[in-house]
């Protein structure tokens, strides 16, 4: 007697799902095809693991196109769909996103809406994050959106239960109830999508008999949005109506009421940073300490949403403006930096470790003579004086370190490079910016963990 192994016992299970999809698949397509018969010229549908439901609506609605909206996780899927649904390579376009930010799906259905007409969206497919954005998508631009449904559920086949799938077209959500539209937007602001989250408060307020808790919500998601952007006027004069509104009102918004008092008081502290000029405000320890925590939070927001590109620019800005901040302390202006006038010795000594740092990098000797100080100083050579200058916030840095990571961010293709950054490239960067924040808070008598205040509310 033969026993099946545990790969033979796999495609068997395949083989039968594969069976009864097939069998579901024509009873679904002779019904469905009827229904939506001429209805739509061009589909967008969202590609995730499993391609049958999409090969379904494929078939079912018969488009004369099809925008494949994948990631590179699931560029394979499109292989099957194409074949089993028999597209031409002129039948269909690819659009390759971050599954992780719902803002990628968003901005290709759109761009594919302003060409093509009588277009819908089936959200069958895909992460969660990718079906959010599709969703908003269709709802803004007002297409149909369409979802591969079932009344039943077969917990051993793993699959609905055949026999007991529909096209389903769902309802627009700026159409229905201001509590779905809550909802949404709880979920897009708690998710840091602040553009979004506003608009769905906006329509929640049009539509409430009582509008007064989304016209809170709807300042404070401008207010975070804008704090997010770093337009920090804009972000306090939102949050100043907000709490206006809030004591008016008499509403809990549904935030923890310190972190709201928090972060009123950080906005009044930014808002006239832009301003000012940039050395003045770098030579205030407080104003400094916002900056560099209000960067050093929205790079973990960019981490948390997959966008490491992103993460990495803010890590360096954060790095920067501690390195800018300990020069301003002692009159140095990295945009307009004169070197004759700095002592002798520390020159000679940035000139030494530099080409120290440099040589070790290269694997070749570098020539001092070549060194200068010139007049606008970039993040590896203010760290490289303030190391001459004997600094107490580079103890302990890694200038080699410190150098290799810079390379992330000049690589990365919104930079100077063509490449985008990955979790692995982002996290080198994070790791050495992590030590020279601590080296920051030691040096300027602040909490360690003071940043995480910081962090942006949810709404509970």
Same mark, same amino acid.
């Given at each position: ?47 995730? *693991? ?5 090969? *379904?609506? =494929? ?8 925008? /494949? ?21 002129? %039948? ?20 594919? @809406? ?18 959010? &954005?599709?969703?908003?998508?269709? @709802?803004?631009?007002?297409? %149909? =959106?369409?979802? !591969? ?16 799938? +529909? ?6 959500? /700026? %159409?229905?109830?201001?509590?779905? #539209?809550?909802?949404?937007? =709880?979920?897009? +602001? !708690?998710?840091?999508?602040?553009? !979004? @989250? *506003?608009?769905?408060?906006?329509? @929640? ?10 016209? =809170? ?37 549904? /935030? ?44 973990? *927001? ?26 301003? #302390? ?8 004169? &070197?004759?006038?700095?002592? $002798? ?29 010139? $007049? ?15 600094? $107490? ?17 000049? #690589? ?24 020279? #924040? ?18 942006? &509310?949810?709404?509970?």
């Amino acid at each position: 007697m033969h026993f099946l192994n545990k790969t033979e016992k796999d495609k068997t299970k395949s083989d039968t799902r594969k069976e009864l999809e097939l069998k579901v698949r024509n009873d679904f397509v002779n019904h469905w095809s009827e229904v939506y018969k001429g209805r739509y010229d061009y589909l967008a549908t969202l590609v995730g *693991r499993t391609p049958e439901p999409i090969i *379904r609506t =494929i078939l079912s609605i018969k488009p004369k196109k099809v925008l /494949f909206i994948h990631t590179k996780d699931t560029i394979r899927e499109i292989d099957e769909i194409v074949q089993e649904a028999k597209l031409k390579p002129s %039948d269909f376009e690819k659009e390759l996103i971050n599954g992780s930010n719902p803002d990628d799906t968003y901005e290709s259905i759109k761009k594919y @809406a302003s060409i093509w007409s009588k277009m819908c969206v089936d959200i069958s497919g895909g992460k969660k994050a990718m079906t959010g &954005g599709g969703a908003i998508a269709a @709802a803004f631009l007002n297409l %149909d =959106i369409l979802y !591969n449904d079932y009344e039943k559920y077969n917990t051993k086949l793993r699959m609905p239960e055949p026999g007991t799938e +529909f096209l389903n077209k769902l309802d627009n959500p /700026f %159409d229905t109830s201001q509590d779905v #539209l809550d909802r949404i937007g =709880i979920e897009l +602001f !708690n998710n840091y999508d602040y553009f !979004n @989250a *506003r608009i769905m408060f906006e329509k @929640a307020k049009e539509q409430a008999v009582n509008p007064l808790r989304f016209e =809170i919500l709807l300042h404070l998601s401008k207010a975070y949005h804008s704090w997010d952007s770093f337009e920090f006027a804009y972000a306090n004069k939102s949050f100043e109506i907000a709490m206006e509104k809030i004591d008016q009102y008499r509403i809990d918004p549904g /935030f923890d009421n310190s972190v709201v008092q928090f972060h009123k008081k950080v906005l009044g502290l930014l808002a006239d940073v832009h301003g000012r000029k940039y050395v003045d405000v770098l030579s205030d320890n407080e104003v400094t300490k916002a900056l560099v925590y209000t960067c050093y939070t929205s790079a973990l *927001r960019m981490e948390g949403r997959g966008r490491f590109t992103d993460g990495v620019l803010r890590l360096y800005r954060c790095c920067e403006m501690m390195g800018q901040h300990r020069l301003a #302390l002692v009159g140095i202006d990295t945009s307009d930096v004169d &070197g004759g006038e700095m002592d $002798e010795g520390v020159v000679e000594r940035f000139r030494r470790i530099k080409a120290g740092v440099l040589s070790k990098k290269m694997g070749k000797h570098v020539d001092l003579s070549g060194i200068v100080i010139g $007049e606008r100083m970039g993040l590896f050579d203010d760290y490289v004086l303030l190391s001459a200058m004997g600094d $107490e916030l580079v103890d302990g840095v890694d200038l080699g370190e410190l150098f290799g990571v810079i390379e992330v961010r000049n #690589l990365a293709y919104v930079e100077h490079g063509i490449r985008s950054v990955d979790n692995k490239g982002y996290g080198r960067m994070k790791e050495v910016v992590d030590g020279v #924040l601590g080296g920051f808070c030691e040096v300027g008598g602040f909490e360690v963990e003071e940043w995480k205040e910081y962090s942006f &509310g949810v709404i509970g």
